[in-house]
């Protein structure tokens, strides 16, 4: 059996922070269900990313909401507004991401919510918390990327701040409303009580910089430096970082430099004899080790290094990853399918159970896709009336 | 907060460094008892892994900040007498966490099939790097090494840069994180089941799912990520998305329709743009962007767009963020004293039933809890 088998998550959220949640509980067993507004729901059906488009729908959307059901309400409808209450009070979860006050305004705030459902864990994402001069703004990842210092920490010195090319305020969000509701799940199955979890992007990303954080908050509030030359992590010595070579590229983490030296066959390296050096010096370090890396090809680097138990390895992308049997081995791509047959290849969950990979063949929902069956199964009958489409 | 969600549950933590450390500090914080098992001659390898060569006491303050909340049991695992006291723990045990490449744990008898004879519903979790499968099983997991293997490396940073890698460990976090949903996961089924679980992770699965956004439309366009030439935020979004230097500081600008965005800030040159463009030319538009940007103040900026509510923010540091209001609001810090000396750190980031969730516990020294632990399990005998 899946580990959240009769699980019921009622699930508000939209973009990202939020659904990658419920995808996750989804794939380890929940059942997830959508609510939507009438009309365009979740607003990443619309978010066509760099012009790829899947028979006229967002790519994104499909691979965030896969395995999840949809039904369709207008909050702002007395009566849609009714039923999702009725909705609710079959449900073990809620979870949304709207703007502190929204969920209150429309009565389904976590008081109200646990009125009709004791035992329910309603869980919530905000951008910056519910106080403070920020909690009214919009939540969305480059700008947590950018307030919470995390744009200082990749790329070399004297770059501009770079935000880390991926939604990582949103996906760490995600994540840990996860572990914040399956945890309370847990408590609720020994003392039946339910819980509120709050989860802000703004707490998850400096969760995320926990260690260099810490060495800030303990170093006299010293902020982190780049290093000039092919910076890997503005805290860690030589030669950490990303080189090129005469065909392409090589990473190298932490290592000793006096071996280094020995083995690349580069000795102006022996000169960096004191390990502390290789942290205070790694510019200069770095900036040898470049040079020096320039006069050959990936392969024959990594023929000396890797029999030498030295942590490299070379850098891919998504092409060159492909065609590794170390990639293809993980069965990390999995095939969906629509209910009206569109189908396409997206990723499985990446945790293994007993075992076994979570494979979930059922593709996103259309908007609405399941107000009937939802109708029949959680609404009195004078409600499924009233619930006409 | 008077009772935790994981009160009462015991964790028995073989892991080392960040990945499984940190899965074991969050079920920590939650509420589980966990117990690292470390080797009676140096622990933990991150005791003696310092970033700025900080250390709180013997032990390093980066292992300060990953381990705290947690106790110590020195065992050897290639000493009979040791081992028999593990296998009486993991008897005791609920949830088991190790991150030893594969074959490690198989070597010393405590694998999954040996521990499940002694506890048949320990739910026994592990993180690998590259899986336990295929020509890189055996490769050291190594968060940098993750970054560059997975296609990681192309997203953040502009097109003519090197590959960026993300300046935290980004991999490590993920599976961590991961492991820990997996064995919360494992305990409800338990709660329901009687039934133990064996969950497993790797550091390449949990970069992949960090990226199932850009690989999902990578395996549908067959297009490699192409990072923008200026200001890159994100590879598959259109200008303006990105950072931006203004006359004394950055400036971050996310999703607008570039109308929206040319009216706020009264630029002609952007109204030359179609909105259909906005992907395909962006950085044409983004370069027009920088130049008008660069002309006044972040706060100039800032007042006029937030006017007409489009999603921008200033890029701070941790300096100009630990003194902004906002930040203080979060109460995100907390204090624990190692050897007299007190110790700034981050809590955890969730919140239960509105409450934060803080802990004044400090990282064990090497085996502090042994004698102890050895006690009460002796206790339980009798």
């Known amino acids: 059996m899946n580990l959240l088998d009769d699980i019921v998550v009622i699930d508000f959220s939209q973009f990202l922070s939020g659904p990658s949640a419920g995808l996750r509980l989804a794939d380890m067993g929940a059942r997830v269900i959508k609510v939507e507004r009438r009309g365009s729901g979740d607003i990443c059906r619309e978010l066509y990313v760099s012009d790829v488009v899947v028979e006229g729908e967002s790519t994104i959307f499909h691979a965030i909401n896969r395995n999840k059901e949809s039904y369709a309400a207008d909050l702002k409808d ?32 976590y008081e109200s919510v646990k009125k009709l459902n004791p035992s329910i864990v309603y869980a ?38 770079t935000p880390m090319g991926v939604a990582v305020a949103d996906i760490m969000a995600g994540t840990h409303v996860t572990q914040g509701i399956l945890a309370a799940l847990y408590q609720r199955a020994l003392t039946g009580e339910g819980a509120l979890v709050q989860i802000s992007m703004l707490e998850s ?38 080189y090129q070579t005469a065909d392409g590229f090589l990473a190298l983490a932490m290592g000793n430099i006096i071996v280094l030296s020995g083995l690349l066959g580069c000795p102006e390296l022996k000169q960096f004899a004191e390990p502390k050096e290789w942290f205070s010096r790694r510019d200069e370090i770095k900036t040898i080790l470049a040079l020096h890396l320039k006069t050959g090809t990936t392969e ?41 047959s569109l189908e396409m290849i997206t990723t499985r969950c990446p945790i293994r159970v007993d075992g076994k990979l979570l494979l979930s063949s059922r593709g996103a929902p259309l908007l609405g896709e399941h107000n009937e069956t939802i109708a029949t199964e959680f609404l009195k009958p004078e409600e499924v009336l009233k619930n006409g489409k | 907060m008077k009772h935790l969600p994981l009160q009462g549950l015991n964790v028995l933590e073989f892991s080392q460094y960040l990945s499984g450390p940190s899965a074991g500090l969050r079920l920590a914080d939650l509420g589980a008892r966990v117990i690292k098992i470390e080797r009676p001659r140096g622990g933990d390898a ?81 993180i690998t790097g590259y899986g336990k499968a295929g020509p890189w099983k055996d490769k050291p997991g190594q968060d940098l090494l993750l970054q560059s293997l997975s296609g990681l490396v192309y997203t953040s940073g502009n097109e003519a840069d090197n590959p960026v890698p993300f300046g935290i460990a980004i991999a490590d976090i993920l599976s961590g994180a991961h492991l820990v949903q997996g064995i919360l996961a494992a305990l409800i089924r338990r709660q329901k089941k009687g039934v133990g679980a064996l969950i497993e992770v790797s550091l390449l699965e949990s ?55 040319a009216a706020a800030l009264d630029c002609s040159a952007l109204q030359d743009f179609s909105q259909e463009e906005a992907f395909g030319r962006r950085d044409e538009i983004k370069n027009i962007l920088a130049g008008f940007l660069v002309q006044q103040s972040t ?60 802990s004044d516990k400090a990282a064990p020294a090497l085996g502090e809890h042994t004698a102890k632990i050895k006690a009460e399990l002796l206790n339980q005998l009798q």
Request: charge should be negative; aromatic fraction near 10%; glycine fraction near 6%.
């Open chain 2, 207 to 261: 970069l992949l799912d960090f990226q199932f956004e850009l690989l999902t439309t990578y395996y549908t366009s067959r297009q490699i990520p192409q990072r923008s030439k200026v200001s890159n935020g994100h590879t598959l979004l259109s200008a303006p998305y990105g950072i931006y230097q203004t006359k004394d500081s950055f400036i971050a600008i996310a999703m607008v329709p570039l109308a929206k965005l």
């Open chain 1, 78 to 109: 007395t009566c849609d507004l009714e039923n999702i209450k009725e909705i609710l009070k079959g449900a073990d979860v809620l979870l949304h991401n709207f703007r502190p006050g929204v969920m209150e305004r429309l009565s389904l705030g």
């Open chain 2, 46 to 126: 991150c005791r003696q892994l310092a970033i700025k060569n900080l250390w709180a006491d013997d032990s390093s303050l980066l292992f300060h900040t990953i381990n705290r909340n947690k106790e110590s049991f020195a065992a050897d695992l290639k000493n009979e007498e040791d081992l028999a006291w593990i296998k009486r723990l993991i008897r005791e045990a609920d949830v088991v966490t190790h991150n030893f490449r594969p074959g490690v744990m198989e070597k010393v008898g405590l694998d999954y099939a040996s521990s499940q004879k002694i506890n048949p519903q320990l739910i026994y979790a592990e």
């Open chain 1, 300 to 340: 024959s680097w990594l023929a000396v290094l890797e029999p030498a138990d030295i942590w490299c390895a070379r850098v891919l992308n998504y092409e060159e990853l492909m065609k590794e049997e170390g990639y293809r081995v993980l069965n990390m791509e999995l095939p969906v399918k629509t209910s009206n």
């Open chain 1, 205 to 242: 990303i400096l969760d995320f910089q926990f260690e260099v954080l810490t060495c800030f908050y303990n170093d006299g509030n010293e902020l982190p430096v780049r290093s000039s030359v092919n910076n890997g992590h503005a805290y860690i010595a030589a030669p950490y970082g990303i």
């Open chain 1, 124 to 161: 919530e994402i905000s951008g910056y918390g519910t106080e403070g001069p920020w909690k009214d703004l919009p939540g969305q990842d480059l700008l947590l990327q950018s307030v919470s210092g995390l744009a200082w920490l990749s790329n070399d010195k004297n770059s501009h701040p």
């Open chain 2, 299 to 358: 706060d100039f900026w800032l007042s006029r767009l937030q006017l007409h509510d489009i999603w921008v923010m200033p890029v701070l540091n941790w300096q100009e963020l630990k003194n902004h209001p906002a930040y203080k609001a979060l109460r995100m810090e907390q204090e624990l004293t190692v050897n007299g000396k007190t110790i700034t750190t981050t809590r955890c980031p969730i919140r239960i039933n509105g409450e934060r969730l803080f």
